[in-house]
């Protein structure tokens, strides 16, 4: 989260890679044994940085950006879910896709952002703003565990999502934007060399 420029072992920028192309990957190699659903974990950041997928530069290349590339992770993670629904759907797949974020939960996640003042002001916020990490787990726990919509997308309840009883909560217009939904796909696809298993399914 929030990390100096990195660069994962196949050469990805280090968030984009983690917090994205990692879960693409592993998610098409299981999905054959998969009968209820998948979670994936995102953040009421994916509304920051530019607020879009810079495709030109998925690596950050031109003008890196810790908040700016972990947000582009983060709304990553949002189009995956949608698209990974929809070719479920298409496929005639009863497993669901669903996105889930913590609000705002002390955890130690926050200690590795590339700025002391960014660590500072969330150390400060850890102690007197953010809910704890068992109350944090509470939005994932419930879209593992609830029966809602494929594609939902939950998040705590309270003010702007920062802490709350787990809810079913909105999401930026460039998160459920289905064009760059499939585009993303596509790109992920070529960079990580896994498929959607159905993918005769889905086809058009």
């Not at 944090?136 to 609830?146: C, E, K, N, V």
């Amino acid at each position: 989260m929030m990390l100096p420029e990195q660069r994962t072992r196949d050469g990805f920028e280090m968030q984009f890679g983690t917090n994205h192309l990692g879960h693409f990957a592993l998610t098409n190699l299981l999905l054959p044994h998969i009968t209820d659903r998948v979670v994936t974990v995102s953040s009421s950041l994916h509304r920051g940085g530019t607020g879009v997928i810079d495709f030109a530069d998925l690596n950050r290349t031109a003008d890196y950006s810790p908040t700016g590339a972990y947000a582009q992770s983060k709304l990553a993670n949002l189009l995956f879910t949608l698209e990974l629904q929809r070719r479920l759907t298409a496929a005639g797949s009863p497993v669901r896709a669903i996105a889930a974020h913590p609000g705002y939960a002390a955890t130690n996640l926050q200690s590795h952002a590339a700025s002391p003042l960014s660590r500072l002001f969330m150390k400060f916020g850890n102690r007197f703003m953010a809910q704890d990490d068992k109350a944090g787990a509470l939005p994932t726990l419930y879209a593992a565990t609830q029966d809602i919509p494929g594609a939902s997308y939950v998040g705590p309840d309270g003010f702007q999502e920062m802490r709350g009883a787990p809810a079913l909560v909105g999401r930026s217009a460039a998160a459920s934007d289905p064009e760059a939904a499939k585009r993303l796909w596509t790109v992920s696809e070529e960079l990580t060399g896994t498929r959607f298993p159905l993918e005769t399914a889905v086809r058009g």
